[in-house]
């Protein structure tokens, strides 16, 4: 059974720092582009980070590059999205996501709010 299971979000203060895990099974994790995506309420997902299988390369939309990085450790297997300089417009739901031509998974999500 493939699972991802997300977690790490929490209410931040502007400014602030998290860092979002999920971990993944049921499916050969080394073969697979892992990603973030996120939703804000009332937009689209829209996908935020994005790791290669071996970890080699790297996406970032540009509305978090500098302030996020994304990982990968292959033993456990996880995924991390270390977001740090928060903002209040990075508040949105924040989902897993496994790809490997057209199979993709999807994990249920961790809230991030960010808020004074």
């Known amino acids: 059974q493939v699972q991802l299971v997300e977690s790490g979000g929490d209410l931040v203060q502007p400014g602030g720092s998290l860092r979002l895990s999920c971990a993944a099974s049921?499916?050969?994790?080394?073969?697979?582009?892992m990603r973030w995506y996120r939703q804000a309420p009332g937009r689209e997902r829209e996908l935020v980070a994005s790791v290669t299988e071996n970890g080699g390369a790297t996406y970032y939309a540009d509305s978090v590059k500098g302030r996020f990085t994304v990982s990968r450790d292959r033993a456990k297997p996880m995924v991390y999205l270390q977001m740090n300089t928060l903002q209040p417009e990075d508040t949105a739901m924040y989902y897993c996501n496994a790809i490997r031509f057209s199979i993709q998974y999807w994990g249920q999500g961790t809230r991030v709010t960010v808020s004074s």
């Open positions: 049921g499916f050969t994790f080394s073969t697979y582009t």
